[in-house]
């Protein structure tokens, strides 16, 4: 049977979500989108600064991958509904990903004003996938609310340190009937691997392949990663133990008694 | 005639044009998104739409982001 990968009734083709952030050259996000096999990307709206208006982005994205806009730089539910409305008048399709931060030292995101952004949202008709902090409680009014799938946080945004909230992302993967996707903080694809294996439905990367140094390499290494760890999760690891088991019966020995 | 530009008070000719505040700043607008008193303004009314006195414009754009 075909391991399908379904949000907001969308098949989509890749486990690994890519943001288009920290990139030091633009052109470099259409090889690594390549070289990920990715399907879904995120893009972040700012008013254009005249004195250095830099390139039009999009021109890089390929026009198969879902462009799912965030809304970084809101500090409240208020600011994340303005940007989704205006990310999608300007053409940027139903998915929207939520991100309300007003934390500035560890940008770890506001689950009640995630919520509250949630719920107006949804009415309006967008696909949204909210940033959070895994909180069971949170995650369950954000499921009932109407989110197409939960992305907690696997490490505070940008610092590579891998899935530091496994204990939490865990219960969420175990107790929430949505697509699990693990965002920010994933520093290695060995991390990403073991977000898959616990059973999340995806991660999502950035830092960890803007930064290295060969993009396009870490971007295939983590696209490889991903799919091992679905493999594996898939496959039901066997049980870990305190004790040894041997490989080979301790019978039929070749030696002298 | 006074408005605000991406939040900073501005002078322009009481003619002006969104079309022709782009052109002013050298911005192909197939790149930037344009907003007058928080509503989207598609590409066609850039042209022809009247700008008043106190309106707000935003110019933004969609960038890198996580």
């Known amino acids: 049977m075909a391991d399908k990968f379904i949000i907001g009734g969308k098949e989509i083709e890749s486990r690994l979500f890519i943001g288009t952030g920290k990139f030091v050259r633009y052109d470099l996000i259409p090889q690594v989108i390549m070289a990920a096999k990715a399907h879904v990307v995120t893009v972040a709206l700012r008013r254009v600064d005249f004195g250095n208006p830099g390139e039009n982005m999009l021109e890089y994205l390929p026009k198969n991958v879902i462009v799912m806009p965030n809304t970084s730089g809101a500090r409240d539910a208020q600011e994340a509904i303005r940007i989704a409305r205006i990310a999608r008048a300007a053409g940027c399709g139903n998915w929207v990903k939520i991100e309300v931060i007003s934390d500035q030292k560890y940008l770890l995101p506001d689950n009640f004003e995630t919520l509250k952004a949630i719920e107006t949202l949804v009415k309006e008709g967008f696909t949204v996938l909210p940033y959070m902090s895994p909180d069971l409680m949170a995650a369950r009014r954000m499921a009932d609310a109407g989110a197409a799938a939960i992305m907690p946080l696997g490490a505070p945004i940008g610092t590579n340190r891998g899935l530091k909230t496994r204990e939490l992302v865990q219960i969420l993967i175990s107790e929430i009937n949505l697509p699990v996707i693990v965002d920010a903080g994933l520093g290695k694809p060995s991390e990403a691997a073991e977000a898959m294996e616990l059973g999340a439905a995806a991660v999502l990367v950035n830092t960890a392949i803007a930064t290295a140094d060969d993009p396009i390499l870490m971007a295939q290494a983590f696209g490889e990663a991903v799919a091992a760890g679905r493999k594996a999760y898939l496959a039901g690891p066997g049980a870990s133990r305190q004790f040894a088991e041997a490989s080979s019966p301790l019978t039929g020995f070749l030696r002298n008694e | ?66």
Do not use: F, Y
């Open chain 2, 1 to 66: 005639m006074r408005l605000k530009i991406n939040g900073a008070a501005c002078e322009i000719a009481d003619d002006a044009s969104i079309a022709g505040m782009l052109a002013a700043r050298n911005l192909p607008g197939e790149t930037v998104i344009i907003l007058l008193n928080d509503e989207v303004i598609t590409r066609e009314k850039w042209e022809s739409l009247k700008l008043r006195s106190e309106d707000s414009v935003e110019i933004v754009r969609l960038i890198g982001g996580g």
